[in-house]
């Protein structure tokens, strides 16, 4: 079959199904399902997969591995879901991608639920565009390759509970999920005009604690160790890594610590999130990050940081611009 005939195939296929696409995107964008809620996030994964199940789709909630010894935090994420025409048997086929979880807190869909403004061609809530459109479109698309039988080897659908973290839990599964695919497409936005992505830097988080000596600050501050200025010294330290000129960046973006103003604070803690253009830079990176973490600056305090490398970047290859 010529492509054009695909295409009207496709658009007659899609020619009434506005009304339902809006309706699924404003159901799942109502649904709180902030990265680190892993029940929120699940909910969304069923209502996804239990839509897909009913179009004669293959639906798992795929089990999760087991968490990293000094990163238990991760066992607390949600689940990948998947959808396959084919059994796994037969091979991922051409794969489609995206994330349930958003980065905004249980109550924000119901302080701000889905809008549609037709006037204005918009549509606003947490998450609608990063990326509950994505799975949207993943969803129906893959629907009417399938009915109208487009669509000559296995479809793989994966729906991720964790990519603003960096896919921590979900990159070992995806690789096992997708490994062998002929194409993978994500739907997460592009670019204005019609851009496309064929690249990405790479990720990481990690998790810096730090145990100093409490004291009272006004009579005994000569007693105590502050596990905070510590770590004050440590997130100028890092931030000497950033390199926008070679698209690294290093940002403590959380940090935690102390009891009371008038205590030298015991703890101190922070999550740090790096990116980076090769896989090689950010093993470095997070080499460079261990190696300022074991340099102590405030006597009496003791540090240990976890994570790391965690997204592994797209290199641009023959096979990805081939498909481009």
């Known amino acids: ?138 969803m129906f698309v893959a629907r009417a390759l399938k009915e109208l039988g487009l669509m000559d080897v296995p479809m793989t659908l994966t729906f991720s509970p964790d990519e603003e973290l960096g896919s921590p839990s979900t990159t070992p599964i995806l690789g096992e999920q997708l490994n062998g695919a002929q194409a993978v497409i994500c739907t997460e936005p592009g670019y204005p005009g019609g851009g496309v992505t064929l690249e990405r830097k790479g990720s990481g988080h990690m998790f810096l604690e730090i145990m100093g000596i409490s004291a009272h600050a006004g009579r005994c501050y000569q007693d105590g160790a502050s596990a905070i200025l510590e770590l004050a010294h440590k997130i100028l330290a890092f931030d000497a890594y950033v390199d926008l000129d070679h698209d690294t960046t290093v940002n403590t973006g959380l940090v935690n610590g102390g009891t009371s103003a008038n205590s030298v604070a015991p703890n101190a803690s922070a999550r740090i999130h790096i990116t980076f253009k090769t896989l090689e830079a950010g093993r470095r990176l997070a080499e460079a990050l261990r190696a300022e973490t074991a340099k102590n600056h405030i006597p009496g305090t003791s540090s240990h940081i976890s994570g790391g490398v965690r997204l592994p970047p797209l290199v641009p290859t023959p096979g990805v611009m081939k498909l481009f």
Do not use: Y
């Open 1 to 138: 079959m010529e492509l054009s005939q695909c295409k009207e195939r496709l658009d007659a296929w899609f020619s009434d199904k506005e009304p339902e696409m809006l309706s699924m995107l404003e159901r799942i964008v109502n649904m709180d399902s902030f990265t680190n809620d892993a029940a929120d996030v699940n909910k969304v994964g069923e209502v996804v997969t239990g839509w897909l199940a009913e179009a004669g789709f293959h639906t798992t909630k795929l089990p999760k591995k087991p968490a990293p010894a000094d990163e238990q935090w991760m066992n607390g994420l949600g689940n990948v879901f998947s959808a396959r025409t084919h059994s796994v048997e037969c091979g991922p086929g051409v794969a489609f991608i995206g994330h349930m979880d958003t980065v905004f807190p249980a109550g924000t869909a119901g302080a701000r639920p889905f809008r549609l403004d037709r006037a204005a061609d918009r549509a606003t809530g947490p998450g609608v565009t990063d990326m509950k459109a994505g799975i949207v479109q993943n």
